[in-house]
């Protein structure tokens, strides 16, 4: 009974935060969460990491550390979709079946799948962000990286499709996972190349990932201004 109370207390707080949240919109942040939240918009920026890897590293470390990042996202995704949630079961936001649906913001009818939590979403984009971090150990590309992160989960606060809750927890999992899997990669790599330790130590053009970044998220600035005119 007490172990139930308390979920329907957590589950309330979530709840609130969410609505709060959601609330907050207007035309020109409807297309510029929907654009951020994509994959394919990213891919340049992806392709950065892997220059950065190829620009520093023997190409068997490069293979292993591209495996490692691999390995992150499949535990990440796997976790969140194929275990834990059709356990838990939780609605999403945005499904017709939950009793506040009449309450959440949508944008363009985008409703995501029947269940949400925990967020493969923010898995996936916390698991990238700490591998980088914990691979490249660069200050401001760790600080764009984590952000870059933590705004690809608030969009879908804004789109109505998970909880804070949600994205909590698949934050930690894939978190966990990118530090993990790093780790091992790391090991791994200083097998292969010992090399590999001085290496990491004085990474060169790491800062082309948030270039890319930054001009992508400039060129959805320029496309949500326009398509909100």
Partial sequence: MIHSEIVQFLSEIDTNIFLSFNGIHSPFWDYFMSSF???????????????????????????????????????????????????????????????IVDMVYIVNGYRGGSYGFPSCHAANSLGLA???????????LSIFIVTWAILNCYTRIYLGVHYPGDLLVGGIIGGFG????????HKIAIYLEPSTRTKRKDIKQWSVTIYAGLLTVLGIIIYSTIKSW
């Fill in 37 to 99: 939240t994509g994959k394919i918009i990213w891919v340049p920026m992806y392709a950065t990491i892997l220059y950065i890897l190829l620009r520093n590293f023997h190409w068997k470390v490069v293979v292993c550390y591209v495996a490692a990042i691999a390995l992150t996202i499949t535990f990440a995704d796997q976790m969140c979709s194929s275990i834990i949630r059709p356990v838990v079961a939780r609605l999403r936001p945005a499904n017709p079946d939950n009793p």
């Fill in 130 to 140: 700490m591998f980088v971090v914990f691979l490249f150990r660069k200050r401001w």
């Fill in 178 to 185: 990118g530090w993990l899997f790093c780790t091992i990669a």
